[in-house]
């Protein structure tokens, strides 16, 4: 069974060490952010993530471990935890728009539940919705 979802968020702040970046900058920040999504590759995320990036939607879980994670750290774990679940999980570009230090990213996100998703487990079923994400680069 494949289960279709639209997925509106503006759930990251993506910040940046350099805060003086051209939107085509910010655009490479944000498709290298989902290449370490799509393959699982975490060995370079401190390079585009810096200490004070936060998921919002990890926060709203307060009584999650995941509340109390900031920077690289927390953006690992999201990567872990959705690639833990979903290891085909693949985000393909539909749109990608930049202006001043935001970027949204417009996305066809698909996978296969074959591992735990928190405490969901494993249905077999694949996953197929459309994403939108608005980053934030530098301070909000």
């Known amino acids: 069974m494949e289960v279709i979802l639209r997925h509106v968020s503006k759930s990251y702040i993506l910040n940046c060490f350099n805060l003086t970046m051209s939107s085509q900058e910010n655009i490479g920040t944000v498709r290298r952010a989902m290449e370490a999504f ?8 401190h390079e585009f993530v810096s200490s004070e990036y936060i998921n919002r939607e990890s926060q709203k879980a307060k009584d999650s471990y995941r509340s109390q994670l900031r920077g690289p750290e927390e953006f690992i774990d999201t990567i872990r935890n959705l690639r833990s679940a979903f290891p085909d999980l693949y985000y393909e570009e539909q749109e990608i728009i930049s202006q001043d230090n935001k970027v949204v990213l417009i996305a066809n996100v698909t996978g296969t539940h074959t ?9 077999g079923n694949k ?6 994400h608005v980053h934030t680069i530098g301070k909000d």
């Open 38 to 45: 799509n393959t699982g590759d975490i060995s370079k995320v």
């Open 115 to 123: 591992g735990n998703f928190f405490f969901v487990p494993p249905t």
């Open 127 to 132: 996953i197929s919705y459309e994403a939108v």
